[in-house]
């Protein structure tokens, strides 16, 4: 077989991906082993064109994918390799990033990553140094050849790495399925080429996506996630405890109904399984990737009889699958025939935009924060150059006079936003909404996929997205929520003034406008 990159390339590809869940302990151990064993067989399957390594799924620690990629690269075996920020700093996934490079691990799967839930001694502490969108863009950097001055040609030897990215489009409301997708759009400018979905039950969500892709002319190629249930897992899904997985009431109530019989519901489960891979290949998607804890004659079993489904037969197994819940937004509307979307958006959502109508409240204090941006803090604002004078006229003061100026900075921003004095400041790009305190992983181009029905999936609170979309919605900009460059946070300006920052081009809005201090001083101040 070729690399992943040749085969999605292929005319009429259908792409089969198998996760493989690292486990905890030394590989010679029975769990390591027993993943080992595991990951050799789906080397020798013929049916299985690439192995997806998993990074400490649902923030729990356990064996590097890095080992178990290398091995099975031994075995002529290409695989996907998961990359999550929850437990490095940029600096950290760079070095992982190069190593894998060096060994010829090209495919790479950037992750935001879940929330901590484990560790020694208590649980750990999360990083979420950057984001999914950031780790594109960095992975994107050394792909084009970093530059570095000490290097014979001003840059480093360029990566050659094949960058995919998830997206989680099984949501409840409005205010989070269209920020998925615009974060989408996103991660497929930073670099992203190829984009698995989070696991869902609902085969008109899935076709929605395909469908907005296309609409949006986005060169990614898409992998159906299909994951093969139990009534356990179906348990644990239906009561959010993996984050962004969803089963609805009807789908647990069947799981519970075949999983009491006397093969614990094996044959449903496995043909159901079966029925996603074959209306994802029928549908048109890229591939499909097949998650579950199985043995490989399981996997085996799904995929003959997902290739059984012949001709249009997809379209009658399709129907089959549609486990939305009461009041669930879709883009699109409904085709009769197959229950899939027809790719026409709904009139309820058209007239929602025209007048401009939001579930979440529009605080007083946006509106207000939008009139003090146009008029002074935006680029082109008319007062920006007088901001830019005093700043500039309070760095050559005495640091008395700056500690005052920034402390009424913070007198403003702090009962206003919960500003954390991160110093670079993302209140303009997520529509007057911190991403330092109320969001657990400090995203700040797109929400995470962990919300269920609207909430963090740590803090219990609205998405800052989706009340960043909401906000825009009033605007009538929500379509522009993620525009722009790729913000990735300088931590060297924590605890300094962001306002000084802003006017004298020391953050990254001055970066992406080109107006960046770049002298010796910057991030010392």
Wanted: charged letters at 25%; aromatic letters at 8%; hydrophobic letters at 40%.
């Amino acid at each position: 077989m070729g690399s992943l990159r040749e085969s999605l390339a292929a005319p009429e590809a259908f792409v089969i991906a198998a996760e493989l869940v690292t486990s905890r302990g030394v590989l010679e151990q029975r769990d390591g082993q027993q993943v080992w064993d595991l990951a050799q067989q789906l080397a020798e399957c013929p049916q299985v064109d690439v192995v997806s390594l998993t990074d400490n799924p649902g923030g729990n620690p356990m064996i590097a994918p890095d080992m178990l990629a290398n091995r099975m690269r031994e075995l002529g075996q290409e695989v996907i390799l998961h990359f999550a920020c929850k437990d490095m700093n940029r600096n950290g996934i760079e070095s992982r990033a190069w190593k894998a490079a060096s060994a010829g691990l090209n495919n790479i799967l950037a992750l935001t990553g879940d929330y901590p839930v484990a560790g020694q001694s208590g649980t750990a502490a999360p990083v979420f140094d950057i984001d999914s969108v950031g780790l594109l863009k960095l992975l994107a950097d050394m792909n084009a050849g970093v530059e570095e001055a000490r290097a014979p040609d001003g840059r480093l030897a360029q990566t050659d790495f094949f960058l995919g990215c998830v997206v989680t489009n099984h949501k409840l409301h409005e205010r989070e399925v269209m920020p998925q997708y615009l974060k989408l759009e996103k991660k497929v400018r930073a670099g992203a080429s190829f984009a698995i979905n989070q696991v869902g039950f609902n085969a008109r969500k899935d076709s929605e996506l395909l469908l907005w892709t296309q609409a949006r002319g986005l060169p990614v190629k898409l992998i159906a996630n299909v994951y093969l249930l139990t009534r356990g897992v179906a348990r644990v899904f239906h009561a959010g405890r993996i984050p962004g997985v969803v089963v609805s009431d009807e789908l647990l109530a069947l799981a519970e109904h075949h999983g009491a019989g006397a093969d614990r519901g094996r044959e449903f489960f496995v043909d159901f399984a079966a029925k996603q891979v074959a209306v994802a290949r029928g549908m048109g998607f890229a591939g499909a990737y097949l998650g579950g804890h199985m043995p490989i004659d399981t996997y085996v079993e799904i995929l003959e009889r997902a290739a059984a489904i012949s001709g249009d037969q997809w379209r009658e197994a399709a129907r089959e699958i549609h486990y939305g819940r009461p009041g669930e937004f879709y883009l699109y509307g409904r085709d009769e025939q197959t229950g899939l979307s027809n790719g026409i958006e709904r009139e309820e959502y058209l007239e929602s935009r025209r007048k401009r109508r939001t579930d979440l409240k529009v605080p007083a204090r946006y509106r207000l924060s939008r009139v003090m941006h146009n008029a002074l803090f935006a680029q082109d604002a008319p007062l920006f150059g007088v901001g830019t004078r005093v700043y500039g006229q309070l760095e050559q003061s005495s640091p008395g006079l700056r500690r005052v100026a920034h402390a009424f900075e913070q007198a403003v921003k702090v009962p206003m936003f919960g500003c954390q004095d991160c110093g670079d400041c993302s209140l303009p790009d997520i529509a007057y909404v911190c991403p330092e305190g109320p969001c657990a992983k400090n995203q700040r181009n797109g929400p995470c996929g962990g919300t269920r029905d609207g909430l963090c999936e740590v803090y219990d609170s609205e998405c800052i997205w989706a009340q960043a979309y909401e906000r825009l919605k009033a605007y009538g900009e929500e379509d522009g929520l993620v525009d722009g460059p790729v913000v990735i946070k300088n931590n060297a300006l924590r605890g300094t003034s962001a306002w000084a920052n802003t006017f004298l081009g020391r953050d990254h809005n001055a970066k992406h406008s080109g107006t960046a201090d770049t002298g010796p001083d910057r991030g010392k101040h």
